[in-house]
């Protein structure tokens, strides 16, 4: 096996500038998904951790929104979350320094604080359970119900029982300092706090991305600017089994080939052709000719007026490669190199061409694969179409009614409140987990060198990570139908006229693609498989009707 001698994912600066479409910052996408990174401690996580914190791992494409902006608030809201949790834990050990006793009071308060939440839930759930049973059934006892609220009203009676036995016998401080326990009680009070102005601090973020205010700045870093370089590229470096990562979930896939043999002739005595007499020799164009003439034609739908283009499409040369094969590991694939992948689609690297409709402020990305090789005296077509979702319904909330103002902050306090316990409990575990990943981010960025064959494709979109995979409506998903025809036909149309101007007999292609638009529809609103009568392996879309 060859030896991977690859120590950082590489690529030429400045990239193609034409390789990917540019995202504006303030798209809807940008803006819900950086209310994600401070609403989702899990999507954040995620995203520092798969993909910021992975500089020798190539980075996913992003569609319709700015990777980089959404990173740098992840960043942010990372380091003020951090911020709190070493502030509670110093809180904390000077709490236990300075007095054991106030220590003694923080947990029983903890205690007590989530026994509060869970007998609350449990009891929540008793009660509809009793109000759902129908008059004469008999409620059958719940232990564990029993138990929950013993375990609860037992805290609350040692906790109240430890703050009256410090009150009334007023036992003396640390050292018979009282400045000591004033000191000691004030940290208690701030463990506490933190929590709830942390939930203050995020609900003030989160709306300053609504839609009708500016999108706020962003400063980049080195490594952000190692992240934006690699969207700029014309090539996807991917780790897992579909290549197409960060452009959603497949929505529908197709493929045949067509023998390239002559038309016969219409005169009387002009004698039939057998099969092999009408089959070309060496066939009568190159897979590059083809993959030209299409591209020039799709590309007159990115322009023009409304009735002649399809709007917000761009049409561009794309190169997906396998980080699990052999092979170099470079962003970009120059112009030559991508004229024999077109040539000879047998290596571990295939080419596409990427027609791609960003919707709905870049929440809905709507993208049509074209590949077409020209193989064993035959012309192969195989189109896939992937679908990204809007983003998750949680990051709208700025946009939403009452997703703001007087009730939106409200709302934030009883957050921080019913955070409380698990903010204060977790909070050393989370340092421990920030200080190992500081740790391994240093250790990566050294760089070692392996004989061994190194994968170090995306395996994560930031993208994908924001969204349910669920449209929001009807509307929504006619449109991914709409683009997702519209470029088909097209592609159809343009290599039918490509085959008839060099002479091909197009009865097999037509009759080909017939049984991909027109057998397999299922119209019961469960799903519809697209297929032809060769036997390509299918997809399943949304209904059609």
Not at 235 to 257: C, K, L, Q, R
Not at 264 to 270: R, T, V
Not at 476 to 484: A, G, H, I, S
Not at 509 to 529: K, L, P
Request: net charge positive.
């Amino acid at each position: 096996m060859a030896i991977d001698t690859v120590e950082t994912p590489t690529y030429d600066d400045p990239p193609t500038p034409d390789a990917t479409p540019s995202a504006p910052t303030t798209s809807t996408a940008t803006r819900y998904l950086s209310v994600g990174a401070y609403a989702d401690p899990y999507f954040r996580g995620r995203c520092l951790r798969e993909v910021y914190h992975q500089p020798r791992r190539f980075v996913a494409p992003s569609y319709g929104f700015d990777l980089g902006a959404v990173l740098w608030h992840c960043l942010r809201a990372r380091r003020l979350a951090i911020g709190r949790d070493a502030a509670i834990v110093l809180a904390l050990l000077v709490t236990a320094v300075l007095d054991w006793r106030a220590l003694a009071v923080v947990v029983v308060a903890l205690i007590a604080l989530r026994t509060t939440r869970t007998a609350k839930d449990v009891a929540g759930e008793r009660m509809r359970q009793w109000r759902a049973a129908t008059p004469g059934t008999p409620i059958r006892s719940n232990r564990r119900t029993l138990i929950i609220l013993g375990g609860w009203a037992a805290a609350w009676i040692v906790l109240s029982t430890l703050a009256a036995t410090m009150v009334l016998l007023d036992p003396q401080p640390l050292l018979g300092l009282p400045q000591v326990a004033g000191v000691a009680w004030a940290a208690v009070a701030l463990v506490f706090a933190l929590p709830t102005l942390f939930s203050l601090w995020r609900e003030k973020r989160s709306e300053e991305f609504a839609s009708d205010r500016p999108m706020p700045a962003t400063r980049l870093n080195a490594r952000l600017r190692d992240i934006e370089g690699q969207q700029g590229a014309n090539t996807v470096i991917y780790s897992d089994f579909e290549p197409f990562i960060g452009a959603g979930d497949i929505f529908s896939n197709w493929g045949f080939a067509v023998r390239l043999v002559r038309k016969q002739s219409d005169l009387p005595d002009a004698g039939r052709l057998t099969e092999g007499e009408r089959e070309f020799r060496r066939p009568p164009f190159t897979a590059q000719e083809i993959v030209d003439y299409v591209r020039a034609r799709l590309q007159r739908l990115t322009t023009g007026e409304s009735e002649t283009r399809i709007p917000d499409l761009t049409v561009t040369d794309r190169v997906f490669l396998s980080a699990r094969e052999e092979g170099h590991r470079s962003l970009t694939t120059d112009p030559e190199h991508m004229r024999e992948i077109i040539r000879n689609p047998t290596q571990p690297a295939r080419h596409y061409l990427v027609c791609q409709v960003v919707s709905w402020g870049g929440e809905v990305v709507t993208t049509v694969h074209v590949h077409i090789a020209v193989q064993g005296r035959s012309l192969y077509l195989e189109v896939t179409t992937t679908l990204m979702a809007p983003c998750n319904e949680r990051y709208r909330i700025v946009d939403l009614e009452g997703g703001r103002g007087s009730k939106a902050w409200i709302r934030a306090l009883a957050t921080g409140l019913r955070e409380t316990s698990s903010t204060i409990t977790w909070a050393p575990g989370r340092l421990v987990l920030a200080s190992a990943e500081a740790i391994g981010l240093r250790n990566s960025r050294r760089g070692r060198r392996t004989r061994r064959l190194t994968d170090r494709g995306a395996q994560v979109s930031v993208r994908q990570l924001g969204t349910k995979d669920k449209l929001r409506n009807f509307t929504q998903e006619q449109d991914v139908l709409k683009f997702r025809r519209l470029i088909e036909n097209r592609v159809y149309a343009h290599v039918l006229d490509f085959l008839d101007q060099h002479d091909v007999d197009t009865t097999e292609y037509r009759a080909r693609s017939a049984s991909v638009f027109n057998v397999g529809m299922i119209n019961h609103g469960e799903a519809t498989v697209n297929g032809d009568v060769s036997g390509t392996s299918n997809q399943t879309a949304p209904a059609e009707s």
